[in-house]
């Protein structure tokens, strides 16, 4: 079974911190994703990855940056956390062998920023 | 532009009743392919299906059931006999089939059943 595991399940910071929300596959996936889920608006793509050190931006990639230096982990940067940034935050990853892959989720992170 | 709408926002059943989830979808595309995914109170998406469009064949699953139709654009989920477990939110979403193969994910329908 692909597993994918999220650092934390739940995370409180403060308006302006450095935030590091981490994620692993252990199924030797290339393609990583990051999403963010607000009620009302789904799931939203922030940044996605194809490779080691390959990053594209999704729909909504402000105030975020990622970082994939191993292809197992694939790691959200909020700068300079905000209230606006106060979500759950999801991680997938898929195989890029062929068009027919699954994405594979992660249990998510709940954020709050005060 | 892709585009994913569940105009369903919640739904409340009755234990054992049939449920249907709306999807309508609309891409230019002529390759694509569709899922659903089910988000039970743990938070973690699970895949139930995936779709491409050239496969209009409708899928049964237990008591799961998936209607395609392209004339209208449309990726039904039905739940026969619904149980308190399948309470959750429900994800529709669609794949193109170039470039960098982007998801859409649609709003989600809360699905609530009532034992």
């Known amino acids: 079974d692909v597993k994918v595991t999220q650092s934390s399940r739940y995370l409180v910071k403060r308006t302006g911190e450095k935030v590091f929300l981490e994620c692993v596959q252990d199924?030797?996936?290339?393609?990583m994703f990051w999403y963010r889920q607000d009620p009302g608006l789904g799931l939203r793509l922030i940044y996605f990855?194809?490779?080691?050190?390959?990053?594209e931006k999704g729909d909504i990639p402000e105030g975020y940056s990622v970082s994939r230096e191993k292809k197992e982990r694939f790691s959200l940067i909020l700068e300079s956390a905000s209230t606006n940034q106060t979500s759950m935050y999801l991680c997938a990853s898929r195989s890029a062998t062929g068009t027919r892959e699954t994405q594979y989720f992660g249990p998510g992170t709940r954020l709050l920023v005060l | 532009a892709q585009k994913v709408t569940q105009a369903q926002t919640e739904i409340s059943v009755v234990e054992k009743e049939d449920v249907t989830l709306d999807c309508v979808y609309e891409t230019r595309d002529t390759t694509y392919y569709l899922f659903w995914y089910k988000q039970p109170p743990s938070g973690e998406l699970v895949f139930l299906i995936r779709?491409?469009?050239?496969?209009?064949q409708n899928e049964i699953s237990g008591r799961y059931s998936w209607n395609f139709q392209k004339s209208t654009s449309s990726f039904n989920f039905t739940i026969t006999a619904s149980q308190v477990v399948d309470s959750a939110v429900y994800f529709c979403?669609?794949?193109?089939?170039?470039?960098?193969?982007?998801?859409?994910f649609g709003t989600g329908t809360k699905l609530q059943v009532i034992p």
């Open positions: 979403a669609l794949r193109n089939s170039g470039g960098y193969q982007k998801v859409t």
């Open positions: 990855s194809y490779d080691v050190k390959m990053k």
């Open positions: 779709r491409n469009s050239f496969d209009e």
């Open positions: 199924m030797d996936h290339e393609n």
